[in-house]
């Protein structure tokens, strides 16, 4: 359904890239030209970005090999590569914590990653076979291509909270020209772009108010820009992501419209490219097994209050650590499981505004694999959902 290289992700969805199914390639191993995570960090670590020190993270633990795992779980007897996409956001903190303190290498995983701008590119290269996992939002792109039988599918829920809310222009507020949703008909409200689950969010928020998506005006702008429309007067209000909802109200551009945050959905999803998975599923296991241990740590806030996590999102998204305190954590499924509900729901939107390449609705089974994560929920045990 997400999209940019904002200090968490501040970047667009703008291009609804087409998978075709016959171009999807399987892969069991990963390119050679990925960088690892910690080439990526040496690489971050070198880059003139200003963050607040962050707290050394926890080693990765150095046990061998042949004694990784969580114990009676039957883990591989030597690490395997995986190459995992995702946008440098707080929302992909439990892969990024996962990885330092130990929780996958314990799963024999030797994780790879790339950041991109938008999740569109991830999915096509999780459908192409060139990254074996990503973690991508669920729009106009990724249903086309699962109506195409592009080789890809979803093992498990990411961040089901997007952090984003309807900024609106200082002055309007203070004016009293708006005071709710339904003082948005006939203005200017900015969406980071088209085809993606905030549009769709975007349709929630707006009904609270009785407004619909054609009584507005929705020009497309990244986030960072944004704030800097609102500061001139271009826009009238924009549905804008952590932290830059709160940077344009601390710049006093804009006021965040507190009955207009956007609803808990599916926003985020783990993808895998679906013959790789087939072919390696105790690989895939390992992973959701560390993934969903860090997860557990950060979920219901406890994020903000765990200097050494703060630490780790604050190194790999750029963002200060003064910035994710004041910041409420998303909301992990502590199981990570999907809400089908919702991913039904953005699908039947996009339908419905004939956004998609098709007419009635793909089956969720056809999309959807939950024996990996069932597999890992027998090894980590599961949790009551909060």
């Not at 001139?232 to 709160?246: F, M, Q, T, V, Y």
């Not at 991913?343 to 793909?362: G, L, M, R, S």
Request: hydrophobic share 45%.
């Amino acid at each position: 359904m997400y999209q940019r290289l904002f200090a968490w992700g501040c970047a667009v969805l703008v291009v609804a890239v087409a998978v075709s199914a016959s171009a999807c390639a399987s892969t069991t191993s990963p390119p050679a030209s990925t960088p690892t995570l910690s080439a990526n960090l040496k690489a971050q670590e070198s880059s003139p970005a200003a963050t607040k020190s962050a707290p050394q993270p926890t080693a990765p633990s150095s046990a061998s090999p042949k004694t990784v795992g969580t114990p009676g779980a039957p883990n591989l007897a030597s690490p395997s590569k995986v190459n995992f996409g995702m946008i440098p956001a707080v929302m992909a903190a439990p892969s990024y914590v996962a990885f330092e303190k130990g929780y996958l290498k314990n799963e024999a995983i030797e994780l790879g990653i790339e950041g991109f701008p938008d999740t569109v590119k991830i999915m096509t290269l999780v459908a192409t076979g060139k990254l074996q996992l990503g973690q991508v939002t669920m729009g106009v792109a990724a249903f086309n291509a699962f109506a195409r039988k592009a080789d890809m599918v979803i093992v498990a829920s990411a961040n089901q909270e997007a952090s984003t809310y309807m900024v609106v222009r200082k002055d309007l507020v203070d004016s009293g020209a708006v005071k709710s949703v339904a003082d948005l008909k006939g203005r200017k409200v900015a969406l980071n772009g088209k085809g993606t689950v905030l549009e769709y969010s975007l349709s929630k928020v707006l009904e609270k108010g009785n407004v619909k998506m054609a009584d507005v005006d929705i020009p497309i702008l990244p986030w960072p820009e944004m704030v800097v429309a609102l500061q001139n007067k271009a826009i009238d209000a924009g549905l804008i992501a952590e932290p830059l909802a709160s940077k344009a109200v601390s710049v006093g551009a804009g006021v965040i419209l507190k009955e207009a945050h956007v609803p808990r959905g599916q926003y985020g999803t783990i993808l895998a490219n679906s013959i790789w998975a087939r072919e390696n599923p105790q690989v895939v296991v390992n992973y959701l097994v560390g993934y969903l241990k860090a997860l557990r740590e950060m979920n219901e806030g406890k994020l903000n209050h765990d200097p050494v996590a703060l630490g780790i999102v604050s190194k790999y998204t750029k963002t200060p650590i003064e910035t994710l305190e004041k910041i409420p954590g998303p909301y992990w499924d502590p199981n990570g499981r999907l809400d089908k509900k919702s991913i039904q729901d953005v699908q039947q939107f996009f339908i419905e505004n004939k956004a998609v390449q098709y007419t009635e609705p793909i089956p969720l089974n056809s999309m959807i694999d939950e024996s990996y994560l069932e597999k890992a929920l027998a090894i980590v045990g599961t949790e009551p959902k909060q």
